[in-house]
């Protein structure tokens, strides 16, 4: 592998094909591998070789592919906190979606010197990674309750409260305070942090509902986000694209088809060009809509042959065909009629 990047960079010209093609195929752990294998043979770093053959977004892509997974967070968070301003939408989607084990101890010191107030008390919280483990059975009731009497009960609000129960429990424990809230309030949990909260101290806590609800669902949100409209924020596309093609990708795109009712890889397809759009695509995988069209000539090939068995007279099966390809929905029905 090491020779064939080595290959694909040398002389007049380079192979971006050779390139993405290889390293999107390879794990991180095999990429931090082959970079090892070409310092030893070709005594440069395969990194800083990459990026004098390459430019652009393609860059980009190629060397956050090879950034080992807590590096990049890392670099991610203090590229979003350096200079003038912050990023904080790059915190919040960091922070909110990562597991404890997969925070870094030295940036409690950055995130919080460009950060203030209740929306660095739930950083803090966030990084001190003190989420405890599995659902507590006898905490459920009290922390729905104590959200209800910090916020929708309260003239103001404790924000305290929401910042300890939303960062302190599991995903699976909230999950069943949500469900609780809901029966104790008549609210869904979000429209109580939306009407009691602002600003980023909001933002960080509705990513931390959604990411209990489910971690897939949050990234095909921010994906979708990522892409809709005129342009593309393409550091976030890249970012959650390297950072879960190998955590949850697959699950990411089930959500993507189901919320949007079309694939992530059409919307990448349609929204970006070139290398970098082919590297994207290698990560993400198959195209769901086509995946769907296959399953579903499939399917339309076994009840044709269930007509044929069933009414053996070809102007029935045309019509039976003609009826279920205009309502595939009915097609249970239409069988169990027959």
């Given at each position: 592998d090491a020779e064939v990047l080595y290959k694909a960079m040398k002389g007049l010209g380079t192979d971006e094909d050779a390139i993405l093609q290889l390293l999107t195929a390879r794990s991180n752990a095999q990429r931090q591998e082959i970079k090892a294998a070409y310092k030893t043979l070709h005594g440069n770093d395969l990194v800083d070789d990459l990026k004098s053959e390459l430019?652009?977004?393609?860059?980009?892509?190629?060397?956050?592919?090879?950034?080992?997974?807590?590096?990049?967070?890392?670099?991610?968070?203090r590229d979003?906190?350096?200079?003038?301003?912050?990023?904080?939408?790059?915190?919040?989607?960091?922070?909110?979606?990562?597991?404890?084990?997969?925070?870094?101890?030295?940036?409690?010191?950055?995130v919080t010197g460009d950060t203030g107030g209740n929306f660095r008390r739930m950083l803090v919280v966030l990084l001190q990674a003190s989420r405890q483990q599995g659902i507590q059975e006898d905490l459920i009731q009290s922390d729905a309750q104590a959200l209800?009497?910090?916020?929708?009960?309260?003239?103001?609000?404790?924000?305290?409260?929401?910042?300890?129960?939303?960062?302190?429990?599991?995903?699976?424990?909230?999950r069943r305070v949500f469900d609780e809230y809901r029966k104790i309030s008549g609210y869904e949990i979000e429209e109580s942090i939306q009407r009691e909260t602002s600003g980023t101290l909001q933002e960080v806590l509705l990513a931390v509902v959604k990411c209990a609800r489910g971690v897939p669902g949050y990234f095909a949100e921010s994906l979708y986000n990522a892409m809709k409209g005129s342009g593309t924020d393409d550091q976030k596309l890249i970012r959650i694209m390297v950072s879960r093609s190998e955590v949850d990708m697959m699950d990411i795109r089930a959500e993507f088809r189901k919320r949007f009712a079309t694939s992530l890889h059409?919307?990448?397809?349609g929204d970006t060009s070139g290398d970098y759009r082919k590297a994207l695509l290698l990560l993400c995988g198959g195209d769901d809509n086509y995946l769907i069209q296959v399953s579903n000539?499939?399917?339309?090939?076994?009840?044709?042959q269930e007509l044929c068995n069933r009414f053996k007279e070809r102007k029935n099966i045309l019509v039976e065909t003609t009826k279920i390809r205009r309502t595939e929905n009915n097609i249970i029905t239409i069988l169990c009629l027959t």
């Open positions: 430019g652009g977004k393609f860059e980009s892509l190629i060397v956050a592919l090879m950034t080992p997974p807590i590096m990049y967070d890392v670099t991610s968070l979003s906190i350096k200079g003038a301003g912050t990023d904080e939408k790059v915190l919040i989607e960091i922070l909110a979606s990562r597991l404890p084990n997969e925070h870094n101890d030295d940036l409690e010191e950055d209800l009497a910090a916020g929708e009960q309260k003239y103001g609000t404790d924000e305290g409260q929401f910042i300890t129960i939303l960062g302190n429990r599991s995903n699976a424990h909230l059409k919307t990448i397809q000539k499939h399917i339309l090939a076994f009840i044709f």
